[in-house]
């Protein structure tokens, strides 16, 4: 339930009594205060929630800043005698809150309807402020949902595009990224060069030392790869222990170059995760659009991985 609070100010004590008695039969949820100056109406305004202050022309006059004391929701009601109802709605009219002027010899119910159409007024306003107040919440907070749904929906394409152990792309985006590079390359008359590797003896590695170390070393392959290729060199987990560098705009011979020393990379720092310590080593195939002369992204794969098996035949 919501009470109203009205302040009356008045010179005349009695008038100021008989207002309130007329105003109080409006409603129970009404509650009327009578002041007896500016500084008393400033104080209640302080201690009580005032809805209206109903206030004599004159006095209104004679106090121009009370309108500032009062909160900003507060409405006011003017008495004035008739010779003052134009000077009084057009001082009035300067104020920014709702107001009426009504004639000091009004008829109680009209005074009454005054009362009540201020109030009214008032509570729409409040419920106004209220509903944008809603709004401008709801619209933060849906904002942030949708921020936070797109930060979920930029994880969630990482996570389609990365393998969920090294964290390199995955096979599913090397063949987007090669489909596409493969084109542009031959669109744009440059080289494309591939190399596909493979950790020696990591089935071995596995069955001797665990999966947990065998996770650690692809993960560890990962790191050395990443920090030893440029920034437009793309790395990928294709299957096992095998894994694919895509080299833009690379010749074979720099190709060969990169292999070499991702070879180095490997095998000169033995593999330690704190339990277990071993030498790793992999071997490398290396194609090149040009060099190769591949008529699929497919076969530019096939060639590398067939370069790579004679790489371990060959040991």
Request: proline share 2%.
């Given at each position: 339930?919501?009470i ?47 809805s ?30 008739e ?6 709605i057009r ?20 005074l ?9 007024q008032?509570?729409?306003?409040l ?55 493969f ?5 744009l ?13 990591f089935?071995?590695?596995?069955r001797k ?28 987990r ?48 290396v194609?090149?659009?040009c ?25």
């Open positions: 339930m919501t109203d609070t009205i302040i009356i100010y008045h010179s005349n004590t009695d008038s100021s009594k008989t207002i309130a008695s007329q105003i109080s039969e409006i409603s129970d949820d009404i509650v009327t205060i009578e002041a007896g100056s500016a500084e008393e109406v400033k104080q209640l305004c302080a201690e009580y929630n005032c209206l202050l109903l206030i004599e022309a004159d006095l209104n006059t004679q106090n121009q800043s009370i309108s500032a004391q009062l909160p900003d929701d507060t409405a006011i009601l003017i008495l004035a005698h010779e003052q109802i134009e000077d009084s001082d009035a009219s300067s104020l920014s809150r709702n107001y009426s002027v009504v004639s000091a010899s009004s008829p109680v119910l009209l009454q309807h005054y009362v009540q159409i201020l109030l009214k008032r509570n729409m306003s419920e106004l402020l209220r509903s944008r107040a809603t709004i401008h919440e709801l619209t933060e907070q849906l904002a942030s949902k949708k921020q936070s749904l797109h930060t979920q929906q930029h994880y969630l394409d990482i996570l389609a595009e990365r393998d969920g152990l090294t964290g390199l792309y995955n096979r599913k985006q090397l063949s987007n990224i090669l489909q596409r590079e084109q542009r390359a031959i669109e008359d440059t080289d494309l060069s591939l190399l596909i590797m493979d950790i020696n003896g089935k071995e590695t596995n030392h665990g999966h947990l170390f065998g996770d650690f070393v692809l993960n560890e392959i990962a790191a050395r790869l990443t920090s030893n290729t440029r920034d437009s060199d793309l790395c990928f294709f299957s096992g222990g095998n894994f694919i560098i895509l080299l833009l705009q690379s010749d074979i011979t720099h190709a060969r170059q990169a292999a070499k020393k991702l070879v180095g990379c490997c095998s000169e720092k033995p593999f330690n995760n704190g339990q277990t310590v071993k030498k790793v080593t992999i071997s490398i195939g194609s090149s659009l060099d190769s002369k591949p008529e699929t992204p497919e076969q530019l794969i096939n060639m590398a991985d067939r370069a790579m098996s004679q790489s371990k035949a060959e040991k």
